[in-house]
T-cell receptor
Framework: KQEVTQIPAALSVPEGENLVLNCSFT??????LQWFRQDPGKGLTSLLLIQSSQREQTSGRLNASLDKSSGRSTLYIAASQPGDSATYLC???????????FGTGTLLAVQP | DVKVTQSSRYLVKRTGEKVFLECVQDMDHENMFWYRQDPGLGLRLIYF???????EKGDIPEGYSVSREKKERFSLILESASTNQTSMYLC???????????FGSGTRLTVV
C-alpha cells in the first residue's frame, strides 16, 4: 500500500535562503509524482509533475527531483521569498484505486 | 489553462440535510475526483469517475454518493449531512494516469 511521507512538517527560513523539502513514498512502481502548493483555506495549485522516466523538472526557482529506486523526491526552492509561504504537498499514485495518495505536507514560512 | 470550478467556497448546513457540492471542469477531462481534507489526516479520496455515468469508490465513500451526468460536471452528494462531514472538499480533474491533476479552489463545508 502506497504511503507518502513529508519531512519536515514545518519549516521557517529567512528570506533569500535556498531550501529543500523532502517527500518519500513506499511503492516505487509509480508513473509520476506531483508537487502542489496550498495557501490557507484555498485549493491546491500544481507546481511540478515529474514522470517516472525523468530525474528532475524545473519551473522558475523550483526544481523537483525524483529517485524511484530510493522512493524519494525533493523540491528545491531557490532564493526563497515571503510569497513562497504556504503548505507544500507531494502526491504519488497508489492504493487500491491507483489514484493520487498525498503526504500531509510541509508548512513553509519565509520570514522577511 | 484547465479550470476546475467549485460552485461554493463556503457552505453551512444543518444535520440531516441533503447537500450537493458541484464541480465543473472546462477542458474535456475524462477523470474527475472528490477529496476531503482534514487537519492531521491530509487529503483522502472519496469518489472518482472515469467517464460519464461511471463512478468508483475511493478510500472513504461512506455517507457520500456522486453523480456524473455530463462529462464536465461531477457532483458530490451528502445524503444526510452529519457533523463529522464538516471538512474542506476538493474536486480535481485529469486527462489520464500519466497526466497531473488540476484542483478547484475548494468548498469549506460546516455541518451544524
Amino acid at each position: 500500500k502506497q504511503e507518502v511521507t513529508q519531512i519536515p512538517a514545518a519549516l521557517s527560513v529567512p528570506e533569500g535562503e535556498n531550501l529543500v523539502l523532502n517527500c518519500s513514498f513506499t511503492d516505487s512502481a509509480i508513473y509520476n509524482l506531483q508537487w502542489f502548493r496550498q495557501d490557507p483555506g484555498k485549493g491546491l495549485t500544481s507546481l511540478l509533475l515529474i514522470q517516472s522516466s525523468q530525474r528532475e523538472q524545473t519551473s522558475g526557482r523550483l526544481n523537483a527531483s525524483l529517485d524511484k529506486s530510493s522512493g524519494r523526491s525533493t523540491l528545491y526552492i531557490a532564493a526563497s521569498q515571503p510569497g513562497d509561504s504556504a503548505t507544500y504537498l507531494c502526491a504519488a499514485p497508489g492504493g487500491a484505486t491507483n489514484k493520487l495518495i498525498f503526504g500531509t505536507g510541509t508548512l513553509l514560512a519565509v520570514q522577511p | 489553462d484547465v479550470k476546475v470550478t467549485q460552485s461554493s467556497r463556503y457552505l453551512v448546513k444543518r444535520t440531516g440535510e441533503k447537500v450537493f457540492l458541484e464541480c465543473v471542469q472546462d477542458m474535456d477531462h475524462e477523470n474527475m475526483f472528490w477529496y476531503r481534507q482534514d487537519p492531521g489526516l491530509g487529503l483522502r479520496l472519496i469518489y472518482f469517475s472515469y467517464d460519464v455515468k461511471m463512478k468508483e469508490k475511493g478510500d472513504i465513500p461512506e455517507g457520500y454518493s456522486v453523480s456524473r451526468e455530463k462529462k464536465e460536471r461531477f457532483s458530490l452528494i451528502l445524503e444526510s449531512a452529519s457533523t463529522n462531514q464538516t471538512s474542506m472538499y476538493l474536486c480535481a480533474s485529469s486527462t489520464g494516469q500519466y497526466y497531473g491533476y488540476t484542483f478547484g479552489s475548494g468548498t469549506r463545508l460546516t455541518v451544524v
